[in-house]
Every structure is written in structure tokens, then in C-alpha cells.
Nanobody, 120 residues
Framework: QVQLVESGGGLVQSGGSLRLSCAASGIILSIDTMGWYRQAPGKQRELVAAITRGGSTNYADSVKGRFTISRDNAKNTVYLQMNSLKPEDTAVYYC??????????????WGKGTLVTVSS
């Protein structure tokens, strides 16, 4: 059973920083793209940032220059460093990963989410 477990959310003041982590566990041959999504109350889930196994990244325009995604392939872990946080960054942040379970089967997994609240 593959699981993604996020950590690092919490309450922070505007302008502050947080670092999210997401670790994948279970029987995993390889992990392709890993990413962070977020969903604010009353809004659709949106991509925040993603990173390929080789390290190529892409970011939502709203977080460019403030957030940095990284990963440790040996630990099956992805990170999101969030700086200069704004109240509009308040959301539940979800980890996502495309995982190779065996030689022919890829599956997409989601974590349960971690709440980030930015106060003004």
C-alpha cells in the first residue's frame, strides 16, 4: 500500500515562511513527477508547483519567486519551501505523485493534505 504523508503546515503571519514535506512509502519502484496542489475554501484545487525526477520544475504564476519545490529521490520525499507568505496562500496543501508500482503499472497518489493558514 503506497501512502503519501504531508507535514509542515500550520499558522504563520503574513511575510513568514513554512516548509512542507511529503514522504512516499510502500512498495515503490520509482517516482516520476511529484507536486504540490492547494485548495482554498470555495475554490478548485490548483497546481502550486511540480518537479520531475530529473529536477525540472514548474510553478503557478502566483507563487513564482516565493516558493521553491525540491525533492530527495533517495528518500522518496518532496519539499515545498514557502517564503513571503500572503493571506491568499491560505489553503489545504496536497502532495501528489506519479508512482511506478511494477514494470508496467503507474498510479497517481494523493496525500490527505496539510493546512496552511496565513494571518494578515
Amino acid at each position: 500500500q503506497v501512502q503519501l504523508v504531508e507535514s509542515g503546515g500550520g499558522l504563520v503571519q503574513s511575510g513568514g515562511s513554512l516548509r512542507l514535506s511529503c514522504a512516499a512509502s510502500g512498495i515503490i519502484l520509482s517516482i516520476d513527477t511529484m507536486g504540490w496542489y492547494r485548495q482554498a475554501p470555495g475554490k478548485q484545487r490548483e497546481l502550486v508547483a511540480a518537479i520531475t525526477r530529473g529536477g525540472s520544475t514548474n510553478y503557478a504564476d502566483s507563487v513564482k519567486g516565493r516558493f521553491t519545490i525540491s525533492r530527495d529521490n533517495a528518500k522518496n520525499t518532496v519539499y515545498l519551501q514557502m517564503n513571503s507568505l500572503k493571506p491568499e496562500d491560505t489553503a489545504v496543501y496536497y502532495c501528489n505523485a506519479r508512482i511506478l508500482l511494477n514494470l508496467i503499472r503507474w498510479e497517481e497518489y494523493w496525500g490527505k493534505g496539510t493546512l496552511v493558514t496565513v494571518s494578515s
